[in-house]
């Protein structure tokens, strides 16, 4: 989107300086030179930004500003262009959902604060690239920080996935925010089981107007796996090493994110990546088979608490969430599945109202073993449930099994059968 008529374009207009031109800004007594970028809906409009020769880009505050030149005129080699190709009937037809975090951001250059701005179109024209893999519809779900979606936006995501089935797509991507990606992963894994189509969601750990951007080499590689791999199932891909040379193919359910910032953050909780994407060369790391009946089950309960047990953890606090009308707890216990035995009182009062109680491990790998130690046989008869999933993953679909049950006994069930190589 291009300036709109705010503070930065009545100055743009002033200087005769447009979109793509070499322009010189004297700036606090200093200058700077560089091509003019274009400011993107819900930028900020008091400041203007340029790319240097270096490549960086820099923003300057308009009412710091003293002068504007223009340098060079904006060529056809020179303009900033999108050279997407046009729709072939010979490529395959993917559909890109666009619902906001850093793959969908950009860096105000004033504050450094990184915010949602950009569409799936404007993600499209920023990284023209990928239309020489398939011809690329675009959607805005919504653009949000990760942090910010909630158990309603998984369920809008999934209703739109719902309407696009018949529509001959090949696959299904979703960009997405990092830090909670795991959580609408494991959802739609859930939800949409056996959806004939593979759903991948994509995120980057840098913005996508960052030179270091790891967001183009995670779209094109997943496109090229939803290309070259038909396979059903959802999946979460990003960067598998430091460097651009391999994009992994996470489970969705088996994947978490841990690194704060690395490009290869998430990691397949237990076992290798279900496949590596190398220069569109699709390697299988997984005798999984994706070939589930297909079947929408899209209500959730969000009454879930997940509930991390630590040396001093409160009882009040547990005690608190049982009298919240929580209907069911994930306990993410110690070791092989443990909590003190300062809950025990609070354990059996939660099962005596009728919640479901489920035990995961702080530990990253490893298996939930509550019968080697006596505590843990206690927790059992108190009414707890062995869970072997990744902690993220049992409150989702505690989240998901309650929404699809009609009373605790049978959302148990639920929770013990593999619904989605969750286990």
């Not at 080699?77 to 793959?103: C, E, H, Q, V």
């Not at 969601?201 to 951007?213: A, E, H, I, K, T």
């Not at 978490?256 to 998430?266: L, V």
Request: charged share 20%; hydrophobic share 40%.
């Amino acid at each position: 989107m291009p300036y709109n008529t705010y503070d930065d374009e009545i100055v743009l207009i002033e200087s005769q300086a447009s979109i793509g031109d070499i322009i010189k800004i004297e700036c606090n007594e200093l200058y700077y030179t560089g091509m003019l970028m274009p400011r993107y809906q819900y930028t900020n409009q008091k400041n203007i930004v340029i790319k240097l020769h270096n490549g960086y880009n820099v923003g300057l505050p308009i009412k710091e500003i003293t002068k504007i030149q223009v340098i060079k005129k904006k060529s056809k080699i020179d303009s900033i262009s999108y050279s997407i190709r046009k729709n072939d009937a010979a490529r395959p037809k993917i559909l890109l959902l666009s619902t906001g975090g850093t793959i969908a951001s950009s860096l105000d250059y004033i504050t450094g604060a990184v915010s949602p701005t950009f569409s799936s179109d404007d993600i499209k024209k920023l990284i023209p690239e990928i239309s020489q893999f398939a011809n690329i519809d675009t959607e805005v779900v919504f653009l949000e920080s990760s942090e910010n979606i909630l158990p309603a936006h998984w369920k809008r995501i999934a209703e739109i996935i719902i309407t696009k089935k018949n529509l001959q797509y090949s696959g299904i991507i979703i960009s997405h925010g990092t830090d909670t990606m795991h959580y609408t992963a494991a959802y739609l894994s859930f939800a949409l089981v056996g959806f004939p189509i593979p759903i991948v969601l994509v995120g980057s750990q840098r913005s996508l107007d960052r030179p270091s951007s790891d967001a183009a080499m995670n779209l094109i590689s997943t496109i090229q796996f939803i290309t070259k791999y038909k396979s059903q199932g959802v999946f979460v891909a990003m960067h598998h090493g430091g460097n651009d040379d391999v994009i992994a193919c996470h489970i969705g359910t088996r994947v978490r994110k841990n690194h704060t910032s690395k490009r290869s953050a998430f990691q397949t909780i237990g076992g290798k990546p279900a496949f590596l994407i190398n220069d569109g060369h699709i390697t299988k790391n997984t005798d999984k088979v994706f070939n589930h009946k297909y079947e929408a089950k899209l209500n959730l309960d969000p009454r879930v608490a997940l509930i991390k047990y630590y040396p001093g953890y409160n009882p009040e606090l547990l005690e608190y969430v049982i009298k919240c009308n929580y209907r069911a707890i994930i306990f993410e216990g110690t070791g092989l599945g443990h909590v003190g035995n300062i809950l025990y009182k609070n354990i059996k009062h939660a099962n005596e109202k009728n919640i479901f109680l489920g035990m995961t491990s702080q530990c990253i790998n490893g298996f939930i073993q509550m019968n080697v130690y006596e505590s843990g046989r206690k927790l059992i008869n108190l009414g707890i449930t062995p869970l072997n999933m990744i902690p993220e993953t049992a409150l989702v679909k505690a989240m998901w099994a309650l929404g699809n049950s009609h009373n605790i006994q049978e959302m148990k069930k639920i929770m013990l059968k593999n619904v989605a190589f969750e286990f």
